[in-house]
């Protein structure tokens, strides 16, 4: 009789545990953001994306490097102009694209065109390696950097220009309402890094409205990184 009760009882803590989460998540909307009001400092990263956050190849050998330049492609497939005319909006820069619901809850918003040529040098149009082939890689990444050797580092171009992601990318929606929304994203290219040499590379948002200086949680909008080009 009590291994009985057990099994009774625990299948009603199964089928109460089953109805509980049921009703939590009827009440997600799918149409927000999650956590889009306790989220105060957007995460980062960087592609190509490796697990390690370790971009290391030899300019001499095609195979250390092509898979970078191949994850780069696809990653820019949805940037292409063709996609993002058809798909997006050319919005006004400057100022923040706030699309109120008038009334209509989730009605859909409209996300404004990021194209592939905003991204120059390391688009991978004109130069389809992307600058891996001549030891001048290009990484995507969200905002500004910092190097703790910026001689051995180098000069460095990006994509837009000085780094800058316009107003007009934001706020962002959440992915049900704001249809085809492509991340805004900026190039960088090293453009004279020393060779066989480790780049210890952080990159961080650079906004007045984001703090990224709290020590308990290093890794918010922020991201850092290793790369190193061998040449034999």
């Known amino acids: 009789m009590i291994l009985i009760f057990y099994f009774i009882f625990y299948g009603f803590l ?114 389809t390696t992307y600058g891996y082939r001549e030891g001048r890689p290009c990484i995507l990444v969200k905002m500004n950097r910092k190097e703790e050797d910026a001689q051995k580092l180098g000069e460095l171009a990006m994509f837009p220009a000085n780094g800058n992601i316009d107003l007009m990318y934001f706020p962002y929606y959440g992915k049900k309402v704001h249809l085809n929304y492509t991340q805004p994203v900026v190039a960088v290219k090293f453009l004279n890094l020393t060779f066989n040499y480790d780049h210890n590379v952080e990159c961080k948002i650079n906004a007045a409205n984001i703090a990224t200086t709290d020590e308990r949680d290093k890794f918010a909008g922020r991201v850092a990184f290793k790369i190193r080009v061998n040449k034999d």
């Open 14 to 127: 199964t089928a109460l545990f089953t109805l509980t989460m049921w009703v939590m998540l009827q009440t997600v909307d799918p149409f927000i953001p999650k956590y889009q009001d306790r989220l105060s400092v957007p995460g980062m990263m960087i592609r190509p994306k490796t697990d390690a956050l370790d971009i290391t190849y030899n300019v001499s050998n095609t195979e250390t490097w092509e898979n970078y330049v191949k994850m780069l492609n696809n990653f820019l497939e949805a940037y292409n102009n063709s996609k993002q005319v058809a798909t997006n909006e050319f919005c006004r820069p400057g100022q923040y694209n706030e699309q109120p619901d008038n009334g209509v809850p989730n009605y859909p918003k409209r996300a404004c065109q990021f194209n592939r040529t905003m991204l120059g040098e390391c688009s991978g149009i004109n130069d």
